[in-house]
């Protein structure tokens, strides 16, 4: 767990120590009321400004404001131990990811991946100005050295992008890859309304709830998790066949589909893989022969072991289905002995079956442009088998 002793106090403690000490508190008093699970802070630190040695320009604290301090003492989150001053940022970011998670699985709403990467940026943003907070780096915005202020006349702090582009950022490469993935859909959906992108995005979201989750351990500490929060959530919802068609081919908003195909395109197969840049699972009806865990709806596997791999494949299958233009599908018949069959047949067959209904799953339109599935090729070689011919005109 990450600790830094030689953290230093913030100015508006520097300035209730003052007052503290000017009660005649015993420095390793005042020492007491400042450390905390987060932080450790050293007598000596107490010491020098008590002796004048740092902090001079601080001003001391007045009585009402010491008195406000002594009576919200401890002031913490009783479930963490947090301080709901000093850790405010901590607090903040874990309040804000438990939001994302808890609207995403309400029911009864109709934009819930757009409100979870909002509030997840959000979240991410917090937990690494946290992060930088306590390890001394300065995530305000600078021009020649001069800190950059707001309309209003505060500072300007990064935003998630660029804290996630400084070489001070702890997060792993897959972890960085899932957030900028969120970013760009997040500038896509900022100003216009979107739909059917749950699904979609559904996968690149958990990665992103188990993502923050392993970095609030890792950078912080394990008893700062949210699995104990949050747990599994339930699900009403069964598949049959038609239903799976329908889930799998719908429609996404063009312009969500292009920065998706955008993103995906500049990153290698192991990159899209990575369970930290998009988290899939399988559900599947478990059969075991031990009544104690027939129950288990769920079941969890090691990631590399032959269970993980056999569910990789089941996952990449549905997932990543392989997408085709009209000319491919119609040289791919040809391969398959069916010479004559062209461009014009292939057209009039796609209508007469109305085969770009959504619904079918034949297909998907990506930025105006209609692309198939081997679902259609195989309809199509099932047509031809059957002696289906172009009809004469008129």
Avoid at 162 to 176: E, F, H, K, M, R
Avoid at 241 to 256: C, E, F, M, V, W
Avoid at 262 to 281: G, I, K, S, Y
Wanted: glycine share 6%; net charge positive.
């Amino acid at each position: 767990m990450a600790r830094r002793p030689g953290n230093t106090l913030e100015k508006w403690e520097v300035a209730i120590v003052r007052a503290m000490l000017g009660r005649n508190f015993v420095p390793q008093d005042v020492q007491a009321y400042f450390s905390r699970p987060t932080r450790s802070i050293n007598h000596a630190r107490i010491s020098e400004i008590r002796d004048g040695a740092k902090h001079k320009t601080i001003k001391q604290a007045t009585d009402l404001e010491l008195d406000a301090f002594l009576d919200a003492w401890p002031n913490v989150d009783p479930g963490t131990g947090l301080h709901l001053q000093g850790d405010e940022l901590l607090i903040k970011a874990r309040e804000a990811m438990t939001a994302a998670v808890l609207t995403f699985n309400s029911g009864g709403l109709y934009f819930r991946a757009e409100l979870f990467i909002v509030t997840a940026v959000i979240a991410w943003t917090y937990l690494l100005h946290a992060y930088f907070k306590r390890e001394g780096v300065d995530y305000r915005y600078r021009r020649n050295g001069v800190v950059q202020l707001t309309p209003e006349g505060a500072e300007k702090y990064w935003e998630l992008g660029q804290c996630i582009s400084t070489g001070a950022n702890p997060l792993d490469p897959p972890v960085v890859n899932n957030l900028k993935f969120l970013l760009e859909i997040r500038h896509e959906i900022e100003h216009r309304s979107t739909s059917r992108v749950d699904e979609a995005l559904s996968a690149k979201l958990q990665a992103c709830c188990i993502n923050f989750n392993e970095a609030l351990k890792n950078l912080f500490g394990r008893e700062y998790a949210l699995e104990k929060r949050l747990p599994i959530a339930l699900q009403f919802v069964t598949f049959d066949p038609s239903q799976r068609a329908n889930l799998l081919g719908t429609d996404l908003p063009q312009h969500i589909a292009t920065a998706m195909d955008n993103f995906h395109n500049a990153l290698t197969e192991e990159e899209q893989a990575d369970p930290r840049f998009r988290f899939r699972v399988a559900f599947v009806p478990k059969v075991t022969g031990k009544a104690s865990k027939a129950d288990h709806s769920i079941e969890f596997v090691k990631p590399g072991s032959p269970e993980a791999e056999a569910v990789e494949k089941v996952l990449l299958k549905e997932m990543e289905r392989p997408k085709y233009l009209p000319s491919q599908i119609v040289a791919r018949a040809k391969a398959a002995g069916h010479p004559r069959f062209g461009i014009y047949d292939h057209t009039v067959l796609a209508q007469q079956l109305d085969a770009r209904v959504p619904g079918k799953g034949y297909g998907v339109s990506i930025a105006n442009t209609w692309y198939w599935y081997d679902s259609w090729f195989e309809k199509v070689l099932e047509k031809l088998a059957e002696g289906w011919t172009r009809p004469k005109k008129a």
